[in-house]
């Protein structure tokens, strides 16, 4: 276990991520991270992770240059053009909709035999729940409950009435 570790300077930051152009940034183009979709709406602001945020940034920097760019000329025979976007370029884009908002703390490494003692922990738990009388058993979570009670018990019943009045019939 070595805690004093640290894989990247930027791992625990949080970013602010927003969209200020006017179209929405959707999967299709380009928001995505480690193949998850995200959708994040013309003109709005979410937090992101450091690494998350900055590779949502830099795609929508792409969509912006590509969305920009001037359509192909058909009558020229063996097109060659400029680049849409050079590194400086599309890293200045990128910031604009980036903010750094905070650096969370390092969470504590954990060994493996901690792991274990807090598994243990909850076993024990589970089992001394288990172990543990019910005092009162008319008390139900939800109405499929009460409803899987009254059918047990062969009580005749409305299934479209409320919880409370159908628990009114146990009694």
């Given amino acids: 276990?070595?805690?004093?570790?640290?894989?990247?300077?930027?791992?625990?930051?949080?970013?602010?991520f927003f969209n200020s152009t006017d179209f929405d940034f959707t999967p299709d183009l380009g928001a995505m991270y480690d193949s998850r979709p995200f959708l994040v709406k013309s003109g709005e602001k979410k937090q992101y992770p450091y690494h998350v945020g900055h590779l949502l940034?830099?795609?929508?920097?792409?969509?912006?240059?590509?969305?920009?760019a001037r359509p192909h000329d058909p009558n020229v025979a063996n097109p060659t053009g400029a680049p849409l976007w050079g590194e400086e370029g599309l890293e200045q884009l990128k910031n604009s909709f980036l903010t750094e908002l905070y650096t969370e703390e390092k969470p504590v490494a954990e060994s493996e035999t901690d792991k274990l003692m807090a598994r243990i922990a909850a076993l024990e738990k589970l089992a001394t729940d288990k172990a543990t009388p019910v005092t009162d058993p008319l008390t139900f979570q939800d109405k499929a409950e009460v409803i899987a009670?009254?059918?047990?018990?062969g009580i005749a019943h409305d299934k479209r009435q409320s919880k409370s009045v159908l628990e009114a019939l146990l009694a």
């Fill in 1 to 16: 276990m070595n805690n004093n570790k640290e894989v990247n300077k930027n791992d625990y930051k949080v970013v602010e």
């Fill in 149 to 153: 009670e009254l059918e047990k018990r």
């Fill in 57 to 68: 940034a830099r795609n929508l920097a792409k969509a912006v240059l590509i969305k920009g």
